[in-house]
């Protein structure tokens, strides 16, 4: 016979006090209003990034004074103008938008082939496979794995030392826009699997058997019913794809070598090169409002529902 | 496999008015073997149920036939046609599925248009077929309505008609109605028997549920391990089981372990505990006498009474006390422990429930069958 008194587990016994303690400060009628005070820290967490956009909106609204280097007291759009009309930025930004566009289009592309092969797979030998490549990425960290690419696509690098035993190159493979965009479809793919994932799981591979047995073969399988039916995971994806690509700071940088700077670069230079915290500011808060309009316009077009986040609502 | 053999197939498969022709069809797994050497054909038009519990391998053959998985060794006709080279989308098979696996961004017109669609079927006569086949569903005018607006039961019937539109020579049901609470499953049985009769189009439904099969079916296969055990129509399935398996898996049976005394013309001499019993030898089997047999007893075929007057007109009568009552609404079964039977039950379904009455337990019964339903296999 064992004795009841040692056989619950300490941890146990902890969750026990903790739960009489709640039960002390939180009584059951105030149950109601638990998951308020659950969503409490993350609401904190969020807001306080809130205070410091306020601080940057007031800064935004000063002009660095060149003679004494220190913000001027009076309040200006001045910063505005300069970053909506020097070329300098309006190339800069036109870059990143193109960018983002243009990486979100070949992101998805690529990476629905892989969401899907991951989904649908028999063999649990390929699916382990596929999760593992698709997760080293994220243990190397960008600024190591923008480096990789230097040590393949230099000048000196790998990709043209085996060229020139062919007798072909040098090319000059990196520091353009190419090479940039190429870094950052790298970058995002295994966002796009992720947000892709869940979505091709949702669809049944009897819903696709059925498509085949009613006259579709694969491609018009993937057509009219495969893709309609990923859309929530598809605009998912964009959406992450897209705003990660215009604010990614490290792959333009270490890819680009300074000659194709996405916005991030520029916003870092203000502020940590030139010091013009102004500029820099006004800088950052022209594209937060771009990017957010793009990603409202997106889901203006295809239906807010299509996140999935609205429960049954829209489908 | 020489060019003149599948061409003298095709055409005695069209003499004969064969539908689908299954031939000698084994599909092995690494570690099991799903259908062992299976050949049955079916002629046109005909309702055929493939019976059996999970595992038996009806599924593996059913998605063989359509086309989702291709048999290790073995040839599949359709329509004359040998389809081993034929993809599941060239195929001209209707299938509706267990979840029914309708398109839930479609409406239930485009539903039903999508077989039409992908089949380039005329654009301008789709519309009016897609209308006649709602009708012939009896979900007239809901073509605007989106799938999860639908009740289960009229889902249903969206699957149905998606799966008739385009004229299949074939359609396949891969326990559709599993799902169903009983009362519409047993509504969506007459329906789809009623829709199959009227288009008489070929059917293989694939189900565990015996009673779906003996309504609905004009043949039964039934399949256990992979082997088709019995081929016939529900009746014959029903009163003549070709062995221990199928007396087993369709019917209430209680089986009895006896002693084989003597057999002839088809009837055994049994010997269970004290008590000696007449029994029809079943199917082909021999029996030895001497040697240990069961004899399978369906609760259906047995008859309970207070007296025996009551049961006159049955070959066998004896004596037992009722030993559990199991009232299940329109019937009661009774388990009655024979005197001489030692431990063994035989159970009897009350046949007469306008009486609203039942025997207690402990009651002192007569129970009565008669010999041909006594159905005895070698051990």
Known sequence: ?????????????????????????????????????????????????????????????????????????????????????????????????????????????LAFPYAYVLVRTESPILRKLLLIVLFLPFFIGQVVRAYGWLIILGNEGILNTSLSFLGIGPFRLLFNYWAVLFGLVQTMIPFAVLMLAPALTAIPKETERAAESLGANWIRTFQYVVIPLARPGMVGAAIVVFTLTLTDFAIPAVLGGGSNDFIANAIYDQFFRTSDAGLGSALTLLLIIAGSAAVGVALLLVGIGTLGLAGHDDD | MGEAVTTSATRTDAVRNIAVSVRRVSMAYPAVLAVDDVSFELAKGSFLTILGPSGSGKTTLLQMIAGFQAPTSGEIVIAGQPVQSVPAYQRSIGMVFQ?????????????????????????????????????????????????????????????????????????????????????????????????????????????HDQREALIMSDEIIVMDRGRIQQMDRPQRTYRQPANRFVAGFIGLTAFLPVEVRSVREGVARLRIGGAELQGTVAGDDTLLPGGAAEAALRAEQVRVATTGAGLRNLDTVLEGRVEDVIFEGERIVYEVLVDGFNEHRVRAFDHDPALHAEYPIGAHVFVGWNVRDLLVFPA
Do not use: C
């Open chain 1, 1 to 109: 016979m064992r004795h009841y008194s040692t056989a619950y587990p300490l941890s146990w016994r902890i969750f026990d006090a903790v739960e009489a303690l709640a039960k002390r400060v939180w009584p059951a009628r105030f149950a109601p209003w638990l998951p308020y005070l659950l969503l409490l820290p993350a609401l904190l967490v969020t807001g306080l990034l809130v205070i410091g956009l306020i601080e940057i909106a007031d800064s935004s609204l000063h002009v660095l004074d060149k003679a004494t280097f220190r913000s001027s007291e009076s309040y200006s759009l001045e910063n505005f103008e300069r970053a909506l009309t020097a070329s300098l930025f309006r190339n800069i930004g036109l870059r990143s938008f193109l960018g983002a566009i243009l990486v979100t289009a070949v992101t998805l592309v």
């Open chain 2, 99 to 207: 979840r029914l696996a309708l398109f839930p961004h479609l409406t239930v017109a485009e539903n039903v248009a999508f077989p039409l669609r992908m089949r380039r079927f005329d654009a301008r006569t789709i519309p009016g077929r897609v209308e006649r086949y709602l009708d012939l569903v009896r979900l007239p005018g809901l073509g605007n309505r989106r799938i999860q607006q639908l009740s289960g039961g009229q889902q249903q019937r969206v699957a149905i008609a998606r799966a008739l539109v385009f004229e299949p020579d074939l359609l396949l049901l891969d326990e559709p109605l599993a799902s169903l609470d009983r009362k519409l499953r047993e509504e969506m049985q007459l329906e789809f028997r009623r829709i199959q009769r009227e288009l008489s189009v070929t059917t293989i439904n694939v189900t």
